[in-house]
């Protein structure tokens, strides 16, 4: 009985402490545009309708008992810098009314970004409540206001809050103020191009919300010299935790890694023909920032290939994980570089004219790093077999096939032609099989087995 009430005890402490964690989660407050330039149209649709079904699907996703609050600027009066409304109280406000508010909105006026945030943050001071902000605007300050310059003076004051800003369909030139803001507010500016982007973009900045450590750690990717929008896979290496993720949409992206040690698997998107790429053992600490930089810029794979320690023709072949085929060249003896996209890869080599039971090989793991040249060396290794069949000490014409010892495999044939015939074979042991042509056909053939040794010569004459 004792235990049943222990148990029926620590799942009702258990149970009320989540429920109390549930309750004091800090408010999600939206402000939102609805300016007049949010009648603009992207893919057949306006701004304002896109980030209305953007805004109500993230809502709708968000657990019941997570606090909203909705500002609106620019809906109400046309020239009003001032014109700003809280629509959905941030201490009580639900889904429900956050959705059906947004919707109700039509777009007029100008862009206040400086006023709403202080609006925002003067409710803050008064309530002593931290919060998460996340400002979604398509438009640039039309009110002689710098946002930064508010959110960095209410941080230094100690209001605690997140602030995420979406610049949606912005041009970059725009955007220094507003990563100025974010970065001062401790949360990120995302850039959404069309509604897909920006749905995804809405749930991140609500996933990364004040309640969560902070950042301790940024990712940045590029390709010769141009950002590139990337999906990080982060997986924890010592306490095999799921993996964490972050999408850095082409900018610097942020994200909290538990001190451990990291592999990162790296996905450029955008439709890029740039390979994914593995960074093993990268650091992250509690205290201080970590920081990655990505670079995708070609790397070069410096291909030499041998046979008995001489330069030699060859085919080769690099392969990307799906097995497609990326690249291939020809070494004619000589050093040959191949310019690849960074990755891990398998290469193919085909060694030509030599025969044999291994005139071919395939090696794994292959890792072209950006910007550097990576060595690959094989070497073959071979003798050489001459072959001549005769009668009465005359050369004459057969017909030479050359087997494996063991599997009986067919690895080279020639004919002799009255001058005897000759093969560049891989070292091992092979069985070789003499048949004369012409006027001498009728003679009985003749097998005879041969050990090759690395850079030794066997020549055989043959009497029929």
């Not at 109390?20 to 939102?32: L, R, S, W």
């Not at 920006?198 to 996933?207: K, P, R, S, V």
């Not at 439709?271 to 810029?297: A, K």
């Not at 891989?426 to 090759?452: C, D, M, W």
Request: glycine share 10%; charged share 25%; hydrophobic share 40%.
């Amino acid at each position: 009985m004792k235990k049943i009430t222990l148990l029926f005890l620590t799942l009702f402490i258990v149970l009320n402490t989540q429920g109390q964690n549930q309750e004091n989660k800090a408010p999600i407050i939206f402000i939102y545009d609805a300016s007049g330039s949010m009648w603009g149209q992207l893919q057949g649709k306006t701004k304002m309708e896109i980030a209305a079904n953007a805004l109500s699907n993230t809502v709708e996703n968000l657990s019941e008992n997570q606090k909203l609050g909705l500002v609106a600027y620019g809906h109400r009066k046309e020239g009003d810098c001032e014109d700003v409304e809280f629509m959905v109280d941030a201490a009580s406000g639900t889904k429900t009314e956050v959705i059906t508010a947004v919707k109700g909105i039509k777009p007029l006026g100008k862009t206040p970004l400086a006023y709403s945030a202080a609006l925002v943050i003067d409710n803050l001071r008064a309530s002593k409540q931290k919060a998460t902000i996340i400002l979604i605007t398509d438009g640039i300050e039309s009110c002689d206001g710098n946002i930064c310059e508010i959110v960095q003076a209410a941080k230094e004051e100690g209001i605690d809050f997140k602030l995420h800003i979406i610049g949606f369909g912005l041009k970059e030139e725009d955007t220094q103020q507003l990563r100025c803001a974010a970065g001062a507010g401790d949360g990120s500016y995302f850039t959404a191009e069309n509604a897909e982007n920006l749905g995804e973009i809405l749930n991140l900045a609500t996933a990364a919300t004040v309640d969560k450590p902070d950042n301790n750690f940024s990712v940045y990717a590029l390709k010769n010299g141009k950002p590139l929008d990337v999906f990080v896979k982060a997986y924890d290496i010592v306490a095999k935790r799921r993996p964490i993720m972050l999408r850095t949409y082409q900018d610097t992206g942020y994200f909290y890694l538990p001190p451990s040690t990291y592999n990162f698997e790296v996905m450029p998107l955008e439709g890029s023909d740039v390979d994914g790429i593995t960074i093993e053992n990268i650091e992250s600490h509690e205290n201080g920032m970590g920081h990655q930089t990505v670079t995708f810029d070609g790397g070069t794979l410096d291909v030499f290939i041998s046979n008995n320690g001489a330069g030699w023709d060859s085919m080769i072949k690099i392969l990307n994980s799906q097995d497609k085929v990326i690249a291939t060249a020809r070494t004619y003896g000589v050093n040959k570089e191949i310019e690849v996209n960074p990755g891990v890869y398998q290469v193919a080599i085909q060694a030509l004219v030599i025969k044999g039971m291994h005139t071919k090989t395939e090696l794994d793991s292959i890792v072209i790093a950006a910007g550097k040249s990576s060595p690959l060396r094989y070497d073959f290794k071979t003798g050489k077999v001459e072959i001549y069949a005769k009668v009465a000490g005359e050369d004459i014409d057969s017909i030479v096939t050359v087997t494996e010892e063991q599997g009986g495999k067919n690895v080279a044939s020639g004919r002799t032609y009255n001058k005897g015939t000759k093969f560049i074979l891989n070292t091992g042991t092979y069985k070789v099989h003499v048949r004369p042509l012409g006027a001498n056909k009728e003679k009985s053939p003749q097998t005879f087995s041969i050990e090759v040794k690395e850079g030794e010569t066997i020549a055989k004459a043959l009497d029929f």
